[in-house]
């Protein structure tokens, strides 16, 4: 059974930092391009960032360059999201998304940044 398990989310003040995971199960990871989007209430899914199966290579939202770096450990099937001076724009649900022959999504943790 596949799953994608985000968690990591929460409330954060203006300019503070969250950690991101998705723990990934009931496929080869490894051979997975992953990455997350965000969906805020009103507004369209957006692609947030992007890391290769081997994680050799990151693509990053314009939104959230500078901002975020998304990372994966193969071996344990994780791949995260360090978010850094957030900003109450960022409030969304975040969601993890493996890629390859299908494309297989997990539910979504939600991020809320507010003072």
């Known amino acids: 059974q596949v799953q994608l398990v985000e968690s990591g989310g929460g409330l954060v003040q203006p300019g503070g930092s969250l950690r991101l995971s998705c723990a990934a199960s009931g496929f080869t990871f490894s051979r997975y391009t992953m990455s997350w989007y965000r969906q805020a209430p009103g507004k369209e899914r957006e692609l947030v960032a992007t890391?290769?199966?081997?994680?050799?290579?990151?693509n990053y939202a314009d939104s959230m360059k500078g901002r975020s770096t998304i990372s994966r450990d193969n071996a344990k099937n994780t791949v995260y999201l360090q978010m850094n001076s957030l900003k109450p724009e960022d409030t969304a649900v975040y969601l993890c998304?493996?890629?390859?022959?299908?494309?297989?999504w997990g539910q979504g943790t939600q991020v809320t940044v507010s003072s």
């Open positions: 998304n493996a890629a390859w022959l299908v494309n297989y």
């Open positions: 890391i290769t199966s081997a994680g050799g290579s990151t």
